[in-house]
């Protein structure tokens, strides 16, 4: 059975960081992505990490500077570490997983999903 289970979220203040865990079981990621989804707002793309592409990792440009996704391969682990947050930053933040390698930003492109994890960025 496939379980992605993220965490780390929580409150911030703008100009503060936080780091995101995911962690998947019971497959091996080809892509791993973050998804954000705002109040009111569309499920939007943040960043992922594939391999076999170069640059294996990618991100929207709003998060591009602040925000950095690693892999720990060991521990079947992901992590996005977010720095100098937005109060536009805030929103629930999904992992997903994939067994296609590849550039992928939508939605659909992800097999798994998480619950997701809340941050809120205070201004």
């Known amino acids: 059975q496939v379980q992605v289970v993220e965490s780390g979220g929580g409150l911030v203040q703008a100009g503060g960081s936080l780091t995101l865990s995911c962690a998947a079981s019971?497959?091996?990621?080809?892509?791993v992505g973050w998804f954000r989804q705002g109040s009111g707002k569309e499920r939007e793309f943040v960043a992922a990490?594939?391999?076999?592409?170069?640059?294996?990792?990618y991100y929207v440009d709003s998060v591009k500077g602040r925000f950095n996704i690693s892999r720990d391969n060991a521990k079947n682990t992901v992590l996005l570490q977010m720095g100098s947050l937005k109060p536009e930053d805030t929103a629930i933040y999904y992992c997903?997983?994939?067994?296609?390698?590849?550039?992928?930003?939508?939605?659909?492109?992800?097999?798994?999903w998480g619950q997701g994890t809340r941050v809120t960025v205070s201004s």
């Open positions: 019971g497959l091996t990621a080809s892509t």
């Open positions: 990490t594939s391999r076999n592409v170069s640059p294996n990792s």
């Open positions: 997903a997983v994939s067994r296609t390698t590849g550039i992928l930003t939508r939605t659909s492109k992800y097999d798994y």
